[in-house]
């Protein structure tokens, strides 16, 4: 199709006024939470939580050192003129783009291996949380593309920075669970109302029987 439409431009056959385009902020908001929801819903909970202090290791730490390696290759490839120049901001947010890997492959050979379950599962939960962290470095990177750092030195960049992420990264964080633990509250109280109505209790009927002390109870 695309190779049609492409041909399509280049003979001149047809010519659109408009030109659809796909948005970052649509696939960020609307295509990948249901992917990382899936993920997170699927996933062994025992085995994750079991290892979160390495799956956050290698989630967080891991994928910013991965993001400032490849960002810093792109900028000082750049300025030494092998590849197009892009300052440091933008060479960053490339780096953050990219950093997030995806191991599809990886996972499915693990899994058809049969291999030990805490490796298989530092490798899968590292790929559902590097995802936000590569969101939030991202849009890091974009903040301080919007503001003005031309006065403002190395460090206190850096600080900025780091600033600007801890607060991203902590308030999404936060949203996520007072809107999961709302989600759950408001699952737990439509289950319990069902429940009660599935469970009816029997009428009384104007029959007498015998209690346990004899006397007539009526049923």
């Given at each position: ?11 001149k ?13 649509m ?89 030990d ?16 962290v ?86």
């Open positions: 199709m695309g190779a049609v439409i492409k041909i399509i431009e280049f003979k056959l047809a010519n659109w006024k408009e030109e659809e385009m796909f948005r970052p902020n696939f960020f908001l609307l295509l990948l939470p249901p992917i990382i929801f899936e993920s997170g819903y699927s996933l062994h909970k025992g085995n994750f939580f079991q290892n979160i202090g390495s799956i956050i290791l290698f989630s967080v730490f891991g994928t910013a050192i991965s993001a400032f390696v490849v960002g810093g290759g792109i900028y000082f490839l750049g300025q030494a003129d092998v590849i197009s120049k892009l300052n440091m901001t933008d060479s960053f947010a490339f780096g953050s783009l990219i950093s997030a890997v995806d191991p599809v492959a990886t996972i499915a050979i693990f899994n058809a291996l049969h291999v379950p805490v490796l298989n599962m530092l490798v899968f939960g590292e790929s559902i949380l590097n995802d936000a590569s969101i939030v470095l991202t849009n890091t990177a974009e903040g301080l593309t919007r503001k003005n750092m031309s006065d403002v030195s190395g460090w206190q960049t850096f600080l900025q920075a780091l600033g600007y992420f801890l607060k991203m990264f902590f308030g999404s964080a936060a949203l996520g669970t007072l809107t999961g633990l709302i989600s759950a509250l408001i699952s737990f109280a439509c289950d319990e109302r069902a429940r009660r109505r599935r469970v009816r209790p029997t009428p009384p009927s104007p029959a007498f029987s015998s209690g346990p002390l004899g006397g007539p109870v009526l049923v």
